[in-house]
C-alpha cells in the first residue's frame, strides 16, 4: 500500500463523516451572519469536503511523480470521487438544498463514464480526463460548497449563484458525458 492508495482511501473514508455532519440530527448550533445561518455541523462538513476533494489531485500527483500508478489506485482514485461527491449530493437532496433531478443526472453521468472507463481498462485502453472532465469537477465541487454555505457570501448582494453554479454544473456534467462517449465510441462497437 504506496502513499498514494493511502491517500484515496482516507478520501474515502471521510465520506462517511461527512455524512454523519451532514444527516444526523444534533444541534451544535449555527453561525448567524445577517439574514444567512449556517449551521456549525455544514461548516464542519464544507471543510472536511474541502480536504477530502483536494486529496483527489494531489494523490495522482504523487503516484505520477513518483512511479507509484498502480492498478489499484487505477480503481480506488475514480470510485472515491464518485462516493464523495454522491454522498454529499445525496446529502444535499435530503437538506432540500438540491433538486433530486440536478443529483441523478450528476450521479448517472459519473457512473456512465467510469462504465466507459472500465470496457476501455478491458481494451487495454485507458481514457485519460478531459478537460471537460476536469471543468466538470471543479464547477461540482464550487456547487457543493456553496450549496452547504447557503449560498454564503453571494447572499449578501441578492445574487442567486447558487442556483446559477447549479445549472453550470448540470450542463458542464451532461456535455462532458456527450463529449466522453463521442470521442470513445469505438469502444461501445468493438466486437
Known amino acids: 500500500m504506496n502513499l498514494p492508495n493511502k491517500i484515496t482511501l482516507a478520501r474515502i473514508f471521510l465520506v462517511p463523516i461527512i455524512m454523519?455532519?451532514?444527516?444526523?440530527?444534533?444541534?451544535?448550533?449555527?453561525?448567524?451572519?445577517?439574514?444567512?445561518?449556517?449551521?456549525?455541523?455544514q461548516i464542519i462538513a464544507v471543510l472536511i469536503f474541502i480536504?477530502?476533494?483536494?486529496?483527489?489531485?494531489?494523490?495522482g500527483y504523487i503516484a505520477r511523480k513518483n512511479k507509484l500508478v498502480t492498478n489499484l489506485g487505477k480503481l480506488l482514485d475514480p470510485l472515491a470521487d464518485k462516493l464523495l461527491v454522491s454522498a454529499v449530493l445525496i446529502s444535499l437532496v435530503e437538506m432540500d438544498k438540491l433538486s433530486a433531478i440536478v443529483a441523478i443526472l450528476i450521479v448517472s453521468r459519473e457512473f456512465a463514464v467510469t462504465g466507459l472507463r472500465q470496457i476501455a481498462l478491458l481494451d487495454g485502453t485507458v481514457v485519460a480526463a478531459s478537460k471537460w472532465g476536469k471543468w466538470k469537477t471543479a464547477i461540482q465541487i464550487t456547487m457543493i460548497i456553496v450549496l452547504l454555505l447557503n449560498n454564503f457570501p453571494f447572499e449578501y448582494i441578492s445574487f442567486p449563484f447558487d442556483v446559477?453554479?447549479?445549472?453550470?454544473?448540470?450542463?458542464?456534467?451532461?456535455?462532458?458525458?456527450?463529449?466522453?462517449?463521442?470521442?470513445?465510441k469505438t469502444l461501445l462497437t468493438a466486437k
Open 51 to 59: 480536504i477530502a476533494a483536494s486529496t483527489d489531485g494531489l494523490d
Open 164 to 184: 446559477v453554479v447549479t445549472w453550470i454544473a448540470a450542463l458542464i456534467t451532461v456535455y462532458s458525458g456527450i463529449d466522453y462517449f463521442m470521442k470513445n
Open 20 to 41: 454523519v455532519f451532514l444527516l444526523v440530527k444534533w444541534d451544535m448550533g449555527s453561525l448567524h451572519l445577517g439574514d444567512i445561518s449556517i449551521t456549525y455541523n
